[in-house]
């Protein structure tokens, strides 16, 4: 029998994003052998998924494959087993949401209100400081467009992904500055907005006692035999030693090349077939306050209110009601996680996180937006990233409808054209051009295409001129060994 540890091998490739069948979407795939020749087998996987990646981002997953939360090493992982035949080889793959792209609406966003401050600031003894700063700030976003929309491998995507997130939080912190600068010249409530700090995101304090059971169960393997075996057991690493508040008759011990506390016994006495529980206490740390996810709605629901009668009207009340959402969403992951196991808390707890990020951005966004709108009323949907080119058109064509109303009398079946195209053929070329190429479509991605269908054609002409030329060479062959043939001796 061939040794388990020799029976798989994993080959890892990540596809990228212009690779994939569908846009938007990363595929992470394992290829699996059983080297045995005549033995099957069953292979256990093990697929640890990118850290950012979590159990929803995944759309399509191999069957017999299943996703679960390494508390341990603090990400996702695909887990299984395949059944390989004698020396079958098998492609597993994992489909997940291209989640490594910073939304271009938020890089807008920055872009739209740094204006504001700047204008706040041009006359007073910071202009120049200010005018400096917002140099870097411009930089900074412009690089972040650039650089997403690179063709490069999908390794290379996410660590510009990554590095990206490092330029946006150095931007937010200069837009920060900004603001203390200003304070004195635009209306902005430095309490109103959650600054990001070390304790951002995070959930109970950590004198808050509110606790949690964690029961570790021991058992002797042997039916026949008493066994004395040691307790080792590693909790995530968010545990400190302070947190485990009754370990239950274990030690808790720090293992520093791991980082890690971990619950120990060095001897554990079992008779056979026993069984053996400890109850261990631990500092629910894992938990999301419900105060601060009402403070985060009372403070849109005060932002929304003030925006009324301005242009970002119905971005707030968007806004207001993603906010609300996202706290039924927490809500309902923090009731399902209720007297689950600590695997299953820690994971409810890591999507909590990420949605309590997102509440605190949109608030930003709306006091921001409370900002631009009393200091910038010139300020627009578009220039603020809060509304796509696709959309402005929109609107501003139900506007000229409503400012220019006309009546157009017709028959059930005729059909009547637009007055921009009616009026001029080119003027209607012109504007299909415009809406396939700026429409949200990726120009890079429509010019690519156009450029793979050009080197089809030239392929298949090439094809076609080869072929050409070895019908003549063999006619031209097959004329001469006629000639031959019939020539006189």
Known sequence: MIPMKLCLFVFLLLMGVAQTAEAGSVVLKAVVLNPSETEKQKVPVELPLPREAGKKDVTEL???LTILYDAEQGLYKVVGEISLKPGEKKVVQVSMNDIW???????????????????????TKYAETARQVGDTIQSRLDNIITSQEEPVSPSKHIDIYRENLAYLDEVRKNVRFLEKLSAEKIPLDKNAIEVEGEDAGKGSPADSVKAITLKMLVKNPSDIEKAVMPVDYYLPREVKKRDVLDAGGLEARNDPDRGAIYLHKDEVELAPGETKMYEVILRDIWRVEPEKIQQLEIKAA????????????????????????????????????????????????MENLSLMAQMKEQVNSLARMKVVATSDPSATLESMGLESPAEEQARQASQMAENNPTKTETSPNEVVSTEVVGKSGKKGLKLLAGTIFEAEADKTAVWR????????????????????????KKDHTTAREEVTQHAPH
Do not use: C, H, R
């Not at 807008?108 to 006359?123: D, E, M, R």
């Open 62 to 64: 191999t069957e017999g």
């Open 101 to 123: 792209q910073i939304p271009k609406k938020d890089i807008q966003f920055q872009k739209g209100y740094l204006p504001s401050l700047l204008k706040a600031l041009n006359t």
């Open 302 to 349: 005060g932002f929304a209110q003030g925006l009324e009668g301005t242009q970002f009207q119905k971005s707030a009340v968007k806004m207001q009601q993603d906010i609300d959402e996202l706290a039924k969403q927490i809500a309902q992951n923090s009731a399902k996680a209720e007297g689950q196991p600590i695997e299953n808390k820690l994971e409810a707890y």
């Open 449 to 472: 295409l156009i450029f793979a269908v050009i080197g089809f054609l030239g392929f298949i002409s090439f094809l076609f001129y080869t072929l050409w030329w070895l019908q003549i």
